[in-house]
């Protein structure tokens, strides 16, 4: 009974680290929506009005609301009351990502002449990696690679390309999922200089 209540490595009962025990299924979900924010290159939250030199401002996005698709639980062995020291696996989305493009919704002119359309996709002029990784990498690039997300999953997207003058970049980002189903981040701004 006194054991019951100590926590013990599944090593102790089997040699099988994560093999044994009472183990919970990961639940899987549908992704409802997603948030945007924008922060420095320190993390700190900005305002999106206040123009920010471009190699020092992100837009980062994550999971903001989720429906829970599944709670499946397999005991294959347990003593109740016995915790165990295996890491369970993080929970993911049923759906896995297709696409990401970003829609110019506003027409603008960049210091060099380049003029950005309404209508426009801007991924050419952005990059993205995992908000805690450093380096950023082309959107296509880092889709090929990394197209399922998990729950704690959090994005930075960073703009590229000198601006050489302040401007307003209204956009909208676009999620395309394996099955054709879509969901955006519409009206947001990279107010860069």
């Known amino acids: 009974m006194l054991l019951a209540l100590l ?3 599944c ?3 089997c040699n099988d680290t994560c093999g044994c025990g009472s183990q919970t299924q990961v639940n899987d979900f549908k992704i409802i929506s997603f948030e945007m924010l924008t922060v420095n290159t320190q993390g700190e939250e900005v305002n999106p009005e206040i123009p920010q030199p471009y190699q020092q401002i992100l837009k980062t996005f994550k999971i903001k609301d989720i429906e829970v698709l599944s709670n499946i639980e397999s005991s294959t062995f347990g003593v109740p009351g016995v915790v165990y020291a295996c890491s369970p696996i993080p ?3 049923q759906e896995r ?3 990401l493009k970003l829609f110019n919704l506003k027409e603008v002119t960049l210091g060099d002449g380049t003029v950005l359309k309404a209508g426009d996709i801007l991924n050419d002029l952005f990059q993205i990696n995992y908000y805690f990784v450093s380096e950023t990498k082309p959107i296509e690039e880092f889709l090929s690679e990394n ?3 998990y729950l704690d999953d959090y994005y930075k997207l ?3 390309k000198d601006p050489k003058k302040e401007v307003i970049i209204e956009f909208s980002l676009q999620l395309i999922f394996e099955n054709g189903r879509t ?3 519409n009206n947001e701004q990279l107010n860069i200089k």
Do not use: H
Request: charged content about 20%; aromatic content about 4%; overall charge negative.
């Open 7 to 9: 926590p013990i490595s």
């Open 183 to 185: 969901i955006s981040v």
């Open 11 to 13: 090593d102790i009962v």
């Open 158 to 160: 960073t703009f590229i």
């Open 97 to 99: 990502l297709e696409d």
């Open 91 to 93: 929970p993911k989305s």
């Open 147 to 149: 197209n399922t997300l």
